[in-house]
């Protein structure tokens, strides 16, 4: 009885231990002569992340991906084993920048792969993902700079942001929610800004209460 009374205190506490730290994701890129040339991303499982474009970036972007984004790029994690097996294709392609994908758990030793292009159907799946969360970022960041900077400048960088989301590449609308608000009701920006800000809060919001 004792036995097995012990061996089900330590299937809770693993269970315990898994979902307090279920891993996380790292994904990095390096492509010298590109914009950017440098970009990180690190990825929790509770949709938390952070988004760098120097390893020693002291002012990262964070956002936050829905449940089911995150779930969709965490299965895909799991279908690549999490990365224990490579993934490069091994055929002479043009460089398009070295990849890593690494998983990271408490108490576990990361595993990682390298690859400048691959075939394998779910590390190109999840490769889109990352890709379209740098995108995003890029977009945050013109839109930050052009309200700061360049007033007369912010309707061309929402035109860009309305492509990406007609596109269906546009993740974490949160966190462009703040800005799209104070466009929107600042008559300072021209009327047209005002609009499409507003009409793409209402298109975000829309979104987000669909989930």
């Known amino acids: 009885m004792k036995t097995w009374i012990s061996g089900l205190a330590l299937a809770f506490f693993t269970l315990q231990l898994a979902v307090a730290d279920p891993g996380k994701i790292v994904y990095i890129k390096t492509f010298p002569g590109s914009v950017p040339a440098f970009s990180s991303i690190v990825l929790e499982a509770s949709g938390e992340g952070v988004y760098k474009e120097a390893v020693d970036d002291d002012a990262p972007a964070k956002f936050h991906l829905s449940a089911e984004d995150t779930r969709a790029i965490f299965d895909l ?28 758990e408490a108490g ?17 799946l999840l490769l889109d993902w990352f890709e379209r969360i740098v995108e995003s970022e890029l977009h945050y960041f013109a839109m930050e700079r052009s309200i700061k900077f360049d007033k007369l400048g912010i309707d061309r960088a929402l035109i860009n942001l309305n492509v990406t989301w007609d596109r269906k590449r546009l993740v974490a609308v949160d966190q462009f929610l703040p800005m799209l608000d ?9 009327h047209m800004a005002r609009e499409r800000a507003a009409q793409l809060a209402a298109a975000f919001r829309e979104k987000k209460g669909a989930e």
Do not use: C, H
């Not at 055929?91 to 994908?101: R, Y």
């Not at 576990?108 to 190109?124: I, S, V």
């Not at 104070?182 to 021209?190: D, G, V």
């Open 108 to 124: 576990k030793p990361p595993t990682e792969t390298k690859f400048n292009y691959t075939l394998d159907e779910n590390g190109r």
């Open 77 to 104: 994690a799991q279908k690549l084993e999490y990365f224990k097996r490579p993934l490069e294709s091994g055929l002479k392609v043009a460089k398009m920048g070295e990849k890593t994908f690494r998983w990271e």
């Open 182 to 190: 104070r466009i929107a009701k600042n008559e300072s920006f021209l």
